[in-house]
């Protein structure tokens, strides 16, 4: 093999069955997550953001979020890059057996890395001064939750709020949907709906609501910004230009009242052909971009 800085000098781990392989697998489960305050991050994508934010924070004085890497050979060989080991991270090889031992998936894909988790206070990412936020209100499927992430890293996001309720966007199936965004944004887990609009309010950030019943339509909404940026510019910036939080609600009850009743506005997703109603994630990502592209900076001499 050719690894930089590889553990070349260190047994293959071979036991599935052994201490450190089940303190690995437990981190599947959310009381072993919440135990450890680790997660995993399984497969080269997911790995390779792991270890640049790693080593963006330890360039930087700052604590690393990767604790461990497990590699098959095989992995170490492709991914050389990935198990040369940087400032407060282990390596190890081990074999397939162990590495299916440890994942949560039916196929792993050779490399698993055990990370810090890595949420921030509320206080801070209002404090940043966002201008497009996303907020997962008692959204439950993994999936969603990591698609919703995923497309506010695509979207240019700025946070990643979740409510109380919501699932753990630690869990290894949403670490996987976010195909490692979730190394890229502020996250907040687990916040107070009433404290999450207090705090939004004091900071004059907007509140629209995804709602398949809203006044309001995307279309509509996206035309007028549209038309403010082909003109001059003049007057009062419209809604999706303005500094906004979108709240996405649960998979089968949507929003409830108090979370609609906290909106400035409830936007729905115009629906063109026959199907009931937008994947919570699908709609997500057609409000943030709709947001997105209506902020972005108007180009000189040109849209």
């Not at 991050?41 to 953001?49: D, I, L």
């Not at 195909?179 to 907007?206: D, K, N, T």
């Not at 809604?239 to 649960?250: E, I, K, T, V, Y």
């Not at 089968?252 to 936007?267: C, F, I, N, Y």
Request: proline share 5%; hydrophobic share 45%.
């Amino acid at each position: 093999m050719h690894m930089r800085d590889a553990p070349t000098d260190q047994p293959i781990m071979a036991n599935p069955r052994a201490e450190r392989v089940k303190d690995v697998a437990r981190l599947g489960t959310r009381s072993g997550r919440n135990k450890a305050g680790q997660f995993l991050a399984e497969g080269p994508q997911a790995v390779r953001e792991a270890t640049r934010l790693h080593a963006e924070r330890t360039a930087q004085g700052g604590d690393g979020v990767v604790r461990w890497i497990f590699a098959t050979p095989e992995a170490a060989e492709r991914y050389p890059d990935l198990v040369a080991g940087s400032s407060g991270t282990e390596v190890r090889l081990a074999e397939p057996a162990v590495i299916a031992a440890m994942a949560d998936t039916v196929t792993p894909q050779g490399i698993i890395a055990v990370c810090q988790q890595t949420t921030v206070a509320l206080e801070e990412i209002i404090a940043a001064g966002p201008r497009l936020v996303a907020v997962l209100c008692r959204v439950q499927d993994p999936g969603n939750a990591g698609t919703i992430l995923r497309a506010a890293d695509a979207a240019g996001a700025d946070a990643v709020v979740t409510t109380s309720g919501s699932v753990d966007l630690f869990n290894p199936k949403a670490v996987r949907s976010t195909v490692g965004s979730i190394f890229h944004l502020p996250l907040a887990a687990g916040v107070e709906f009433a404290e999450l609009v207090e705090a939004l309010r004091a900071a004059g950030i907007g509140i629209l609501a995804a709602d398949g019943y809203g006044d309001a339509d995307l279309d509509e909404l996206q035309d007028g910004a549209a038309a403010h940026r082909l003109g001059d510019g003049a007057g009062e910036d419209p809604l999706l230009a303005r500094p906004s939080a979108w709240l996405f609600g649960n998979e089968a009850a949507g929003l409830d009242a108090s979370e609609l009743g906290a909106a400035d506005e409830r936007v729905a997703v115009p629906l063109y052909g026959v199907a009931e109603s937008l994947n919570v994630g699908t709609a997500a990502t057609v409000c943030l971009y709709a947001s997105a592209r209506a902020q972005r900076p108007k180009a000189s001499g040109h849209d």
